[in-house]
């Protein structure tokens, strides 16, 4: 291990990272450079402390295990702060916190955090390195499991400190475990300080310091602290740019045309499933740019152009098979690490859904042997289990993934949410501005990707209402802008999906490879083919003959249901929509009241 800061050679950086040595008193620093031999280094010493299992080499090359405390599976949203100086620029639906106050609480933390421990420096680039909507940031972490995966998730090393330079910009990011040790003390095998968890942003200063938790989107701080909280600041005062929770796939037609398109969904809602499915419609092909963010910026030639910020899918792994997603498991065959998911006697890893049945024995991810037959298999699998994966080892990657930096150009965008009732199969917006009220009445049941009631509906506007980074409402107003900055018709058309309408406690649409079948209706509306669709007080939807359901056996009824419009539950849904979107007060803009209002007359006139 290094124990040097020569590589840094960025004036700013070497001063911030020598005053957080000082701060947090760490027995050791290593500047991440990036290199195989280092990440093999970390991986056996992360094996030797315990924190890592290796899988069996020879069903699982170069594959990890690992277990979190029990407490620390998930974002926690309520431990998640948008500290501006004003409360009202980050909004009624963020935590709030006075900058300097935080700042202080945060401070008193960290010093002597990192006692006993090694700190990780990791130059990162969000998208590729040196690439024209990329960015640069530097995570310290006193955690081996996080600098590992962000080894995968994020691009690190030399290479990003050469284009940092000496006074390139870059995002601090700060992160501690809070779990100093004394001299002798066994290192636990999942450090966190469940009572100190803080997962905080400063917009103004497009800083992010997290502490207390190890897990994820918590301190994999390049994923949704920078990518999305900080990104979205810094796209709303470029002004072009939108930093957003979606994938990102490119599709092929069988006659060879290829289309773009992107799509948010609230977490554990189904972006990595579509943005690497296998079509089930013939000669359709999907390969996949990301599957999580995408950074999106307005071209010269006034298109709108998606890159992935990432390089590595953090997955959710229960109901990933080799039905449902056969490409999320080729792509972690090998190199992957595995959190939370049930341990096999052979040295592999199973969780619910990868097969039919569990295996015979196994120990669960909470240490524990089980038997089948005996114990529940609940138990085996935390349900916000989870891969990392590198997207170079993925069967269907997109080749503008390597070799398109600036990124694609967008031709549809999707929201979506998970409903068991009222929201059709898929509907398209009338015009862009139609398309934001869309985004901003994203609902979705709650999943286990964040703490919290499962089930409940929540609004989760654009997929984004933990992701942020200001004011939704003025979030709101920066999509509105787009048409006044380029030629309307340029800009992606935009599309709702719902896969998860049920009857008696059963999906209506089976979804996965099926979705293809939508995808298709997607692209023909984009083409512009006739008689595709049919107007509706909610937007354009097919009809069932416009949908291709070749060899698809569906009850007649149960298409019908879910491509039908309910007025009645749409005019209570507008109230719902206008309830939630009344706390943004002065902030919501004019439009998107407008086009509620709209929505509401045309289902009234529908009415009568
Ligand atoms: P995050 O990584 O948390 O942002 O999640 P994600 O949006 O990438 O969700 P993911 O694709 O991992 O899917 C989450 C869960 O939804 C998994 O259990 C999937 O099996 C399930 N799912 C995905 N697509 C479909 C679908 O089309 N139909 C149904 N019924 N379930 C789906
Ligand atoms: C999500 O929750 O949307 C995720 C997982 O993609 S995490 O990295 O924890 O944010
Ligand atoms: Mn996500």
Redesign the pocket.
């Known amino acids: 291990m290094v124990n040097d800061l020569s590589l840094i050679k960025n004036k700013k950086a070497l001063a911030w990272i020598k005053e957080q040595i000082a701060l947090c008193t760490p027995d050791k620093v290593h500047v991440m450079d990036g290199s195989i031999e280092e990440i093999r280094e970390l991986n056996e010493l992360l094996v030797k402390k315990g924190t890592f299992l290796r899988l069996n080499p020879e069903k699982r090359p170069n594959c990890f295990y690992t277990r979190t405390n029990p407490g620390d599976t998930a974002r926690v949203e309520a431990a998640t702060f948008i500290c501006s100086k004003k409360q009202e620029d980050a909004g009624p639906t963020n935590n709030w916190m006075d900058p300097t106050q935080m700042k202080k609480k945060l401070h008193a933390l960290m010093k002597g955090c990192m006692k006993g421990r090694t700190m990780y420096v990791i130059p990162f680039s969000m998208g590729p390195t040196g690439g024209k909507i990329s960015r640069i940031g530097i995570e310290i972490t006193d955690s081996g499991f996080v600098a590992a995966n962000m080894r995968i998730m994020t691009r690190v090393g030399t290479e990003v400190l050469k284009v940092l330079g000496t006074d390139g910009e870059f995002v601090p990011a700060f992160h501690s475990v809070i779990s100093p040790l004394e001299p002798g003390q066994k290192d636990i095998p999942w450090p966190c300080d469940l009572k100190n968890r803080y997962i905080v942003q400063f917009p103004e200063t497009r800083e992010i310091i997290s502490v207390g938790s190890g897990y994820g989107g918590n301190s994999l701080l390049g994923k949704k602290c920078f990518a999305l909280r900080i990104a979205t600041v810094l796209s709303r005062d470029e002004g072009r740019s939108l930093a957003e929770?979606m994938l990102v796939l490119g599709i092929t037609s069988p006659e060879g045309k290829k289309h773009y398109i992107t799509a948010a969904f609230p977490?554990a809602c189904g972006?990595t499933n579509l943005a690497m499915m296998n079509c089930s419609l013939p000669g359709w092909k999907v390969t996949v740019v990301g599957d999580?963010i995408a950074w999106m910026k307005l071209n010269k030639d006034g298109r709108l152009y998606a890159i992935n910020p990432e390089s590595g899918f953090f997955g959710v792994a229960p109901g990933t098979s080799e039905e449902s997603n056969p490409n999320a498991l080729r792509t972690c065959e090998k190199d992957a690490i595995f959190t939370n998911v049930a341990l096999t006697t052979d040295g592999d890893v199973w969780w619910k859904g990868l097969t039919d049945q569990p295996p015979a024995n196994a120990i669960t991810w909470k240490g524990k042997k089980w038997t089948r037959g005996v114990d529940d298999p609940k138990e085996l699998c935390h349900p916000n289990s989870r891969f990392t994966a590198d997207i170079s080892n993925c069967p269907v990657v997109d080749p503008a993934y390597h070799n398109a930096p600036d990124g694609v150009p967008v031709d549809a965008i999707i929201f979506g949410g998970r409903r068991e009732s009222v929201v059709p199969l898929v509907f398209q917006s009338r015009d862009w501005n139609h398309g934001v009220l869309l985004g901003s009445s994203v609902a979705s049941e709650r999943t286990a990707a964040a703490e919290g009631k499962m089930g409940e509906l929540r609004f989760d506007p654009f997929a984004m209402l933990p992701f942020c980074g200001y004011n939704m409402a003025d979030y709101f107003s920066h999509w509105l802008s787009f048409p006044s900055k380029t030629d309307p018709a340029k800009l992606p058309k935009i599309f709702h999906v719902n896969w998860f309408r049920k009857e008696n406690g059963k999906f209506l649409w089976p979804g996965y490879g099926e979705n293809s079948r939508v995808l298709k209706w997607i692209i023909d509306r984009i083409e512009g083919k006739e008689n595709s669709a049919v107007e509706t007080p909610i937007g354009y939807l097919p009809t069932i003959e416009s949908l291709d359901l070749s060899g698809l056996d569906i009850p007649k009824e149960d298409l019908k249901k879910i491509l039908t419009v309910d007025v009645d539950a749409y005019l209570s849904e507008v109230q719902k929509i206008r309830e939630y979107h009344s706390q943004f007060g002065s902030h919501l803009p004019s439009k998107l009241s407008a086009e509620l209002d709209a929505l509401e007359a045309r289902l009234k006139q529908a009415k009568n």
């Open positions: 929770h977490s972006k999580d």
